[in-house]
């Protein structure tokens, strides 16, 4: 037990450095250009009241072997993660309202970037869902943020996809963002889902959009499942075991057709990080493909399979 304990708390000492190292480049950045804002967005003070505070009591514990401390303050570390991941700030910071960077999630509605607004009373219906899910279900689905499921929309109707392979379904957000696009194109989604209990939620959660019909969900390892698919691909999402991006890619590009896309995430390459550097490297040095880095959200790459 305290071995994970370690194990964790090693994981979250090294993401923490990871943000540290990118504040501290966007601090001289920012005194490099003489920013009025400096201190207004998260500036190193805010760093100091949220990571250094919060690190040495970890520490401590570690040192005191306070198992139950530690504890709380990794559950802590989570929520704050889970929050940024909503859009309401970064780990490390105190999270007041209106600090840190853009927003990502639902509450990223800043005059010049209005939520979606729904056409029909289908979109209606899906869209109120996705709200429901992004207020509710988010805690330990590891969904996208919203700016990536409009991305993703965006893109699988501007293709005119028929068939969007999905990797990593969990509780049918990104799907269900898929399903907006595909609803319009009469094209259809086949996503992949390993675990038994995230993939009830999303039957439920496709079914309660109006969507299921358009939707087939194997439950299973898509590392075997999906090289038995035969259909060709117009937009394939790669969304789940980051180990496994490469593999995916390596079995089903062969079905992508040709002008098709390929959307992986978390692929962030903000400040000197590499993503996953074997995807990247299997993406970018491929003569028949062409790809580019979208850094807003959490990090996404799209790769056109040349014609
Ligand atoms: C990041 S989540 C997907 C989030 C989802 N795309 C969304 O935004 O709503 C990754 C999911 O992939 C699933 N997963 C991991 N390895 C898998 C595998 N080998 N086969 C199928 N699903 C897998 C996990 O159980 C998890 O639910």
Known sequence: MLSLAVMVLLAGLVHLIGQEQADAAAARQRRAMGSRNQGQQGGPGAM?????????????????????KMGQLLEDMKQRGQRFQRGMGRPGEGMQPGQGRPMMGRRD??????????????EKKTMSVLDDMDKNQRAGMMNVPITDG???RLLTETIGAKHVVEIGTSNGYSGNWLCLALRTTGGKLTTYEIDAHRASLARENFKRAGVDKLVTLIEGDAHKEAPKLKEPIDLLFIDADKEGYTDYLNKLLPLVRPGGLIVAHNISIRGGRAGIPEYVKAVTTNPDLETIFYEQGAGVSVTLKKR
Not at 50 to 65: C, F, H, Q, R, V
């Open 48 to 68: 100091r009241g949220g990571i250094e505070p919060w690190l040495d009591e970890l520490t401590k514990a570690y040192e005191k072997n306070d198992r139950e």
């Open 109 to 122: 509605t800043s005059s010049t970037e209005n939520p979606p607004l729904s056409k029909s009373e289908a």
């Open 150 to 152: 409009r991305l993703l």
